[in-house]
């Protein structure tokens, strides 16, 4: 009997294979197979009563069919689980010890994890759109989520065996430089001369611009602005070699914070990449009747739709510009074009809900209009980050929270833990341990709420060490590589294990239980999009491993009871380890 990684799909392939052999079933049954409160066994298969409701026969009747022929196949034959039926029609599976022995026994790190989620995804290309700022501007707080946030997706989808496209469409185009360009000109400035400061005089710059182009009543400053865009569209040699330095300088600044999180795009292809790759997309929505122009914009309704029958999705400007609307049209078919994309995930936050709702909408009508294979599209948003105060965070003044100095102050404080409770260590090992632990902290405050939902940002309690943090899952960690040490072992050694004697006490078998949930929750974090799900669990995990340990003694006497114990300690290890990497967070092996 082979066993399989991820057990609920496992058994709802065998659920699947006993209905198709079963008179009274047809294929659009469903196994509903999910894993089932600890007192009702392992896992829950709960398909049958929405079938027998659709079928309109008694659910109890087919539940026994069902479970008679499922009795048939190896696993339940051979006695490695068993089966009841429950409450109307339920089949509750328990699976025997051996076989939870005999998956933690398998599965063992990260490279056999890979194989059995490898699947989810194989074969599909997943571009993933992050972090993707806008240029010109220095990132702030905010710009945390879509970097955190969409790390973790892609790192998720990846893990599960797409071939995954960091895309980063940053914001390189648009109006603004008018009114930049202008400020630039206007004050003489040199954009060389202000070194890892220059994106800061930058945003200066343009916030200048702006108040002047406000406070001049005559309009000549907007003129100006306006004719140093026009300048900029028609290709002007000195516009344009301004228009690249900003998107440099911007790019460079983004770039020491990219690196700070590890993120790392496969492609920066902003909008201005776009620009001549509009006009086909202006033609083609035209010519499919689903654009019209409209006191000179084009623009799509969409008539079904409660809001967008009057509200329309606006794809190219008045004066004729490309906006955000089209570009992102024109991105979405050179995604499905160029790179062969199955599926497109977009990462911003909740204010451009309405936007991404009619960008798919419109392309669902075009792709299909014009006969393109239309891929899936998810947008994954986020709530906003609170101060302690419950308000949208600011410094005191009023400032926004750089997000440098975020970084950097997290950075510290972590480094102020480490000086205070290991003292002893060496001066790089402390910096490395402050670095994982704060960065990790900020990260993991931010993945661990549903992204959804707005969070307050609190030094404390990201830094805590008890709770659902990421301190406290990095300790578990360097805990069990101590243990490890003092134990004279190493993790995963099959030497050791080949001793193991089956699982026995009721914490061991739970540790292997939830162990065996890891393809479960990752599944599930990626089918949703939504990491917390992962966090959830390993916290879960670092505390079922807690009652384990403090229950049963690891380096007992008893060689087959400490190698089985030492694997339990092994598997955690390497389960923590892989979720705190597909976070992005760096695991330790002390701290
Ligand atoms: N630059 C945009 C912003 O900062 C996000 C872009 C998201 N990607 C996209 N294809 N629209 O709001």
């Given at each position: 009997m082979e066993i399989a990684f991820d057990t609920a799909r496992e058994l709802a392939r065998l659920v699947s294979l006993a209905a198709a052999a079963c008179?009274?079933?047809?294929?659009?049954?469903?196994?509903?197979?999910r894993p089932a409160e600890a007192r009702f066994g392992d896992y829950q298969a709960n398909g049958v009563l929405p079938y027998a409701k659709s079928k309109r026969t008694n659910p109890r009747a087919l539940a026994q069919q069902l479970a008679d022929e499922l009795a048939k196949a190896p696993l339940f034959a051979e006695g490695m689980a068993s089966l009841e039926i429950a409450g109307p029609g339920f089949l509750n599976i328990a699976l025997s010890s051996e076989y939870k022995f005999a998956w933690i026994k398998k599965f063992r790190d990260e490279s056999n994890f890979a194989d059995g989620a490898?699947?989810?995804?194989?074969?599909k290309t997943v571009v993933v759109d992050y972090p993707s700022p806008n240029t010109a501007k220095q990132m702030h707080i905010g710009h945390l989520r879509p970097m955190v946030i969409g790390e973790a997706v892609a790192r998720l989808i990846d893990f599960c065996g797409a071939k995954t496209v960091r895309d980063n469409?940053?914001?390189?185009?648009?109006?603004n430089f008018g009114t930049l360009i202008m400020a630039i000109k206007r004050e003489g400035y040199d954009l060389d001369a202000a070194g890892d400061n220059a994106l800061a005089q930058i945003e200066r710059l343009y916030k200048e611009g702006t108040a002047l182009e406000k406070a001049d009543e005559t309009g000549t400053v907007r003129d100006q602005s306006r004719a140093e865009l026009v300048k900029l569209q028609e290709g002007d040699s000195e516009n344009t070699a301004l228009w690249e330095k900003i998107v440099a300088t911007s790019n460079r600044a983004f770039e020491r914070i990219y690196a700070m999180l590890g993120v790392k795009p496969d492609v920066t292809l902003g909008e201005s990449f776009y620009r001549d790759k509009v006009q086909r997309i202006y033609d083609e929505l035209t010519e499919t009747g689903l654009a019209e122009e409209s006191d000179g914009a084009l623009v799509v309704f969409h008539p079904e739709h409660p809001r967008f029958n009057e509200q329309p999705?606006?794809?190219?400007?008045?004066?004729?510009a490309s906006n955000y609307a089209g570009t992102d049209l024109a991105t979405l078919l050179y995604r499905r074009e160029h790179f062969g994309a199955d599926e497109v995930v977009y990462l911003t936050d909740g204010r451009q809900r309405d936007h991404f709702e009619q960008l798919f909408l419109t392309a669902q009508k075009w792709f299909v209009k014009k006969g393109y294979e239309l891929p899936r599209t998810s947008h994954v948003w986020w709530g906003a980050i609170l101060g302690e105060d419950g308000k949208a965070i600011k410094t005191r003044s009023g400032e926004p929270i750089y997000l440098e100095a975020l970084l950097n102050e997290a950075v510290e404080r972590a480094r102020a833990i480490v000086d205070e409770k290991?003292?002893?260590?060496?001066e790089d090992e402390k910096q490395q341990i402050a670095r994982a632990v704060g960065l990790g902290a900020v990260r993991y405050a931010d993945l661990s709420q549903n992204r959804t939902q707005d969070y307050v940002f609190a030094w404390d309690k990201l830094l805590a060490?008890?709770?659902?943090?990421a301190p406290y899952l990095l300790m578990a960690v360097a805990r069990v590589h101590s243990l490890f040490r003092k134990a004279g072992a190493i993790p995963g050694d099959p030497a050791t294990e080949a001793e193991a004697s089956c699982l026995e006490t009721p914490e061991e078998l739970a540790l292997a239980r939830k162990l065996m949930l890891f393809p479960e929750a990752v599944a599930l974090a990626v089918s949703d999009l939504r990491p917390h799900h992962l966090c959830t669990y390993l916290y879960e995990l670092a505390g079922d491993f807690s009652t384990f340990f403090n229950a049963n003694r690891v380096v007992v006497d008893e060689a087959d009871i400490r190698a089985r114990r030492l694997m339990l300690c092994a598997r955690t290890v390497s389960t923590l380890e892989t979720g705190l990497r597909l976070l992005g967070i760096t695991p330790l092996e002390r701290m």
């Open positions: 008179a009274d079933f047809d294929e659009t049954f469903e196994p509903g197979v490898g699947s989810l995804l194989s074969g469409h940053i914001g390189d185009w648009g109006t999705f606006i794809v190219r400007k008045k004066d004729g290991s003292p002893d260590l060496s060490f008890e709770g659902n943090s």
